[in-house]
């Protein structure tokens, strides 16, 4: 899962991704809204959390504009503006939660997974095919009930394949699950996760069949 941090606050920031990358989410963050922005139009968020206050506009307004853009991407406000009428209008204008600073981390990454639950969002679910499940929220995926050992990155292709079984998952689709836009997205690096996951499922057992497409991508059926 991706998320998106839109704060200029540094030290906040990085704290705020480093916490959710621990929790196996791939962060990308921005310093502003026209980099915000410029982010969010590039790539499919599961959630981003955005300040109000940033150095060239008002939060509010990167969110209207994406909003009208018919994006329905779950926002988390995460602001020092805490008047009533501030929560109000930021809920009016497209938000899905506000969180005023200062702010517990573990409260921003339990409203944040609180949106990722809702219906249609990326956790909450328990994903299956034959005797492979995969429960989204737990983080756990088992082989007819005895849970593998999977790495955060191999949990992230799992995930996007169950999530698109049936039909083919490009390489770069994958990488954008697995890598924020510093991190290194070569082939090849896809491909190693690829090749790690099915020898963990099939060393298991697995009935899922995971097949390479060549120029096309993966299918897991």
Known sequence: MRLLIIEDNQRLCQAVADSLGAQGFAVDTAASASE???FWRAADYDAVVLDLMLPDDSGLNALKEMRHRGNATPVLILTALDAIEDRVRGLDC???DYLVKPFAMQELIARLRALLRRPGGALGRTLTLGSVKLDTSARIATVAETQLD???SELIVLEALLRNQGRVTSKERLAECLYNFEQDRSAN????QVHRLRKKLAAAGADMS???LRGLGYLAS
């Open 210 to 212: 995971l097949r390479t």
């Open 189 to 192: 690096s896809v491909e190693t």
């Open 150 to 152: 999977l790495t955060r």
């Open 36 to 38: 915000g922005l410029r």
């Open 94 to 96: 497209g938000a899905d």
